[in-house]
């Protein structure tokens, strides 16, 4: 066995559900690793698509421990706790069946890691696919608003609204034993962190080493509800926040804010403008909310062809 493999600390897994025609590459670009996993975990989570057999005759090939487990639906947040539970090591990462790691991604967060004693977990930023795999984006170019990243304490990122995208995360495992995604959520990354920030650091590392997939179907898309979520789960954990309802209130204003931004930016302007009118409040400054304003007179088909411009693939 291959030194790297059989000293590896890394517990890789995969919630799988209906993403057949992504599973593949998923999978093998977790095979591919430079520093491999001592084992590979996939869950199907109840798919009626081809996914499970896709993936019991990838993990045929897999040079290391793999196990597949197929059963009923439970929902992402339950299929992340009973994976976790059946893990072990050192580090935990799981990456989402339709998103991928490029070939470095254990080597380097390890390294970091090591290197970051005090942190829970390591993030960076991901290049950005649509359905037919070709890149259209990165992360790295909304620095200066939903992407805006910190390195070391995360509670000033975190308390805005901004948070890492899941593809780009790897825990240190010991940080998880003390916390459990909640199972009663739709959206499942956010509140974690909000968990793990009391716990530790959150390591930075601006390398690009991870692919967030965009397509009709996944639950980033869905604007609204991640509003909502960050919401709910902001005054779930209130206690754990270190400010008072006032304070929250306010931030809460400035997401909502935010978030109108975002409707305006996919061209729903009834919901961006429905949003700002009770949220206005939460911009930044005066010329903020002014461009806004100017925005929702922008006619549809500038937005779209300047959106199209954006998403022309690399």
Same mark, same amino acid.
């Given at each position: 066995m291959n030194?790297? *493999?059989q000293n590896s600390e890394v517990f890789a897994f995969v919630p799988s559900y209906n993403h057949a025609p992504f599973i593949e590459k998923c999978l093998n670009s977790i095979i591919g690793q430079t520093l491999p996993p001592a084992k590979l975990l996939v869950?199907?989570?109840?798919s009626k698509d081809e996914s499970p057999k896709i993936i019991e005759r990838v993990l045929k090939t897999c040079p290391f421990d793999a196990e597949l487990i197929v059963r009923e639906n439970r929902g992402l947040c339950r299929t992340l706790n009973? %994976?976790?539970?059946?893990?072990? %090591?050192?580090?935990f990462a799981y990456v989402g069946s339709d998103d991928y790691w490029l070939p470095a991604f254990f080597e380097e967060r390890v390294k970091?890691?090591?290197? *970051?004693?005090?942190?829970?977990?390591?993030?960076?930023h991901a290049f950005l696919i649509d359905g037919a795999g070709r890149i259209f984006d990165s992360t790295e170019n909304y620095t200066d608003s939903w992407a805006n990243y910190t390195d070391g304490d995360a509670r000033p990122m975190l308390l805005k609204g901004h948070a890492p995208i899941s593809s780009t995360i790897f825990y240190r495992r010991a940080a998880l034993e003390n916390v459990s995604w909640n199972e009663a959520s739709r959206l499942e990354d956010y509140e974690m962190y909000l968990k793990l920030m009391n716990l530790g650091d959150f390591a930075f590392d601006p390398q690009v080493l991870s692919v967030w997939r965009h397509h009709s179907y996944n639950t980033s898309g869905n604007i609204g509800l991640m509003m909502d979520e960050v919401i709910e789960a902001q005054n779930r954990n209130i206690k754990d926040l270190g400010i008072g309802a006032a304070q929250l209130k306010e931030i809460q204003?400035?997401?909502?804010?935010?978030?109108?931004r975002e409707f305006l930016q996919h061209g729903d302007k009834r919901q961006a403008f429905q949003i700002?009118?009770?949220n206005w409040r939460g911009a930044a400054s005066n010329a903020e909310l002014a461009k806004f304003a100017l925005r929702m007179f922008v006619p549809m088909s500038l937005i779209?062809? *300047?959106r199209n411009l954006r998403k022309k693939p690399r």
């Open positions: 030194k790297d *493999r869950i199907d989570d109840g009973e %994976g976790f539970s059946l893990s072990k %090591g050192k580090y970091l890691l090591e290197k *970051r004693g005090g942190a829970v977990l390591a993030f960076g204003m400035n997401t909502k804010f935010r978030y109108a700002a009118k009770e779209n062809f *300047r």
